[in-house]
């Protein structure tokens, strides 16, 4: 801030200084976009500079506008913690005879032997949407629910007052004299006419009674025992403003003084409330003090950068356009098929492994039991979102042995086609602010996609099995530590650690830089997704059934305005798949393989000890063995670890090439660098200096973390 000087006298004996101020309320600063001091156009003369502030305040100004038709989107609401298992108004013995009743029609006649028997995706889509139709409509009828809106705003004493809704009706009559242009010291017929006209115009109240402006004015200074005499006001009606203001004037100062004393009260019940819980409720104490962040945002209004072009989309059609291109276009990508031959570094990596057998998978695919099928559905966890359909995991796990058959069957069909019905492929999507005000910026969310339930639950059972396989025969050869059964943030922080010990013990030369992905999931590409899976023998009908997941799939984002029109996906896997992790680390593995194999990381070494030698017998000859490192990741998480600037750089111009063939993401530029120096002596600890680093076709200027400060892996902070 010192160098914003506003003032720039011409006069060289006079000094700049910061002579002019925009003065702003804290609430106003908060909703500021933009502010900055502005140089003046050189024909006009002037000493000054111009501020300029730029606003999101809709309370600031009112602009008398058209109403939107903004909805208030409802849903049903179950109450599962109500039903029964056979009595009473509720209970599931109900909801499953309905199911039983509506599948036994004659128009509809589904049977798991029907359902086997289909054979194109077409009428696997119409007999889904069928079952799909019966299950909401007994779970409507028999399982107790109601419809929620959203919540109404809290009731505030004060603003919500009867005080100040007689403040706001006086505004409306002074409001209503101006636009009536009349003089209340008209002192002519005319005049005095039109003021008795003003005075005695009937209006209808909030509360549907009808009344006068002068009637009003009179019950309203009587309600709040103000002076007021009514004698003859035809001839006195130039009083009837001055009443009116006055009056306005009283009330306002009442309206502010119980405003200060209603809002000193909460300050005081408030450090009462949190005294009394640091005595007798800690954990609720450390709750109000930690930072909490808006859980849920209202998308009425959208502000784009267009080509640095600020514009604020107020429209109804405008604000749903402009969130379904934010959400579609928002990875920067899109699916397209790569020829391996433009990228002959990889051809090598993308090859089926040697290592891996196929027959390895042979079980993959096997149809699962019925009751196989009803322990993967009763593992499914409660009190989860459901899908655009509105179909719970509550009411698959209560379905009787009967409809859960004709759900098996389904999942046979889908195992037999390849794919899944075109139902399962829709996504709501729901957005949630980032840790930072929303500004109306669709920059700020994160979207969180609601599946449908029954598509979640066929996969969970995909994923447990080809995780099991996976982890069973070493298939993932990367140092990749997610995603499969049993590994945890513990392995790879453990590493980090004895390689930090390993350096400084041995006085060794380490970099470790920890790299930024953006927007790991929504860039992943479907055609090297799929090359990714054969590159691992994963049979190809197992890989077709996946990745119809991510294909001809539609979203819609929810709005105030309600759901917006369908929108294609054109790149990525969903966030909220249960698979999406696993699908991720063999996307991933290529490049931490192929560094790996390079042979360009830190080298730690240790003795080799045998438990069958005698220490004695070899007490001259130790023999070391040695692992060299390049790279440790946990998901889109990577550190890059290398004994010297050259091999990083090596490394980087590997991983530079994978980003472009995948279309990964990186910020390169928030790429944090720890750095251990070899040194000569016990000298003082010096900062380091910034450092030219080759990045791919990239050079990034990175600063080295300051020796004893320290840089976060995984939650935990290391140093040198």
Aim: hydrophobic share 35%.
């Amino acid at each position: 801030m010192h160098n914003l000087y506003t003032f720039n006298p011409h006069n060289p004996n006079l000094t700049k200084n910061k002579l002019d101020y925009i003065w702003v309320n804290a609430d106003t600063l908060i909703s500021t976009f933009d502010s900055k001091i502005l140089d003046v156009n050189p024909s006009i003369k002037t000493d000054h500079r111009i501020i300029y502030i730029e606003l999101l305040y809709e309370e600031l100004f009112y602009n008398k506008t058209v109403s939107k038709p903004r909805k208030n989107p409802s849903c049903t609401i179950y109450s599962y913690k109500d039903m029964k298992a056979e009595e009473g108004e509720w209970n599931w013995k109900n909801y499953n005879k309905d199911i039983t009743d509506a599948l036994e029609n004659t128009s509809i006649k589904l049977t798991p032997n029907r359902i086997r028997d289909i054979q194109s995706i077409a009428e696997l889509n119409q007999r889904w949407n069928q079952f799909q139709n019966v299950i909401l409509n007994s779970a409507k009828k028999n399982i107790k629910n109601r419809l929620s809106k959203k919540s109404a705003r809290r009731h505030h004493p004060v603003r919500d007052s009867q005080l100040h809704h007689d403040i706001t009706t006086l505004k409306g009559m002074i409001t209503k004299s101006k636009n009536s242009n009349i003089d209340f010291d008209d002192r002519s017929a005319n005049g005095i006419k039109k003021i008795i006209e003003f005075t005695t115009r009937k209006h209808t109240r909030h509360d549907g009674s009808i009344n006068d402006n002068c009637s009003e004015l009179s019950t309203i200074m009587s309600r709040h025992n103000i002076a007021y005499t009514n004698n003859n006001i035809r001839n006195k009606t130039s009083n009837f403003l001055h009443k009116l203001q006055s009056t306005l004037a009283n009330l306002e100062a009442k309206f502010y003084h119980e405003y200060y004393e209603y809002h000193k009260w909460l300050i005081e019940s408030f450090v009462d409330e949190r005294n009394d819980n640091y005595k007798n409720d800690k954990k609720k104490m450390i709750n109000s003090i930690t930072e909490k962040h808006i859980k849920s945002i209202t998308i009425d209004k959208v502000y784009c950068n267009d080509n640095d072009e600020d514009i604020l989309y107020t429209d109804v059609q405008d604000v749903q356009e402009q969130t379904n291109l934010h959400f579609q276009r928002v990875a920067g990508a899109i699916n397209t098929e790569k020829n391996m031959n433009d990228h002959p570094d990889w051809i090598r990596q993308y090859t089926p492994q040697d290592h891996i057998n196929d027959i390895i998978y042979t079980d993959l695919l096997n149809y699962p039991t019925l009751e196989d099928w009803i322990e993967t559905i009763n593992n499914l966890p409660n009190d989860k979102a459901s899908g655009p359909s509105g179909i719970s995991y509550e009411m698959l796990k209560h379905l009787n042995i009967i409809n859960q058959s004709i759900f098996h069957a389904f999942i046979c069909v889908c195992i037999d086609l390849g794919t899944i019905p075109d139902a399962w492929k829709k996504v709501t999507v729901y957005p949630i602010p980032k840790p930072k005000p929303f500004f109306a910026s669709l920059t700020n969310t994160r979207p969180i996609t609601l599946l449908e339930t029954p598509r979640k639950a066929f996969i969970s059972l995909l994923n447990k099995r080809l995780n099991a396989v996976i982890k069973q025969h070493n298939v993932l050869r990367g140092h990749q530590f997610a995603a499969l059964p049993g590994n945890s943030t513990f392995e790879p922080l453990r590493i980090i650690n004895e390689i930090l010990q390993d350096a400084n013990e041995s006085n060794n030369e380490l970099w470790l830089l920890s790299q930024d992905l953006g927007k790991a999931y929504d860039r992943v590409n479907i055609f090297m997704l799929e090359k990714a899976m054969s590159r691992l023998k994963i049979p190809s009908s197992f890989t077709r059934i996946i990745t119809s997941l991510f294909k001809n799939r539609t979203n819609q984002v929810i709005t105030a305005y309600g759901l917006t029109d369908p929108y294609e996906v054109i790149i990525g896997i969903d966030q909220g798949e249960v698979i999406s992790p696993l699908l991720w680390c063999i996307y991933y593995d290529p490049l931490l393989c192929e560094v790996e194999s390079r042979k360009l990381g830190y080298t730690i070494s240790a003795p080799s000890i045998s438990l069958n030698d005698n220490p004695s017998d070899h007490f001259n000859q130790v023999e070391e063995d040695s692992l060299t490192i390049s790279s440790i990741a946990f998901m889109d998480d990577t550190q890059w670890l290398a004994p010297n600037k050259p091999n990083l750089e090596s490394i980087l111009k590997i991983a530079d090439s994978f980003y472009r063939l995948t279309d990964i993401q990186v910020n390169k530029e928030k790429s944090s660098l720890l750095l251990r120096k070899k040194r000569l002596d016990k000298s003082k600890l010096r900062p380091h200096n910034p450092i030219q680093l080759d990045f791919g076709f990239d050079t990034i200027t990175i600063t080295p973390t300051f020796p004893f400060d320290s840089t976060r892996i995984l939650g935990v902070y290391f140093d040198e």
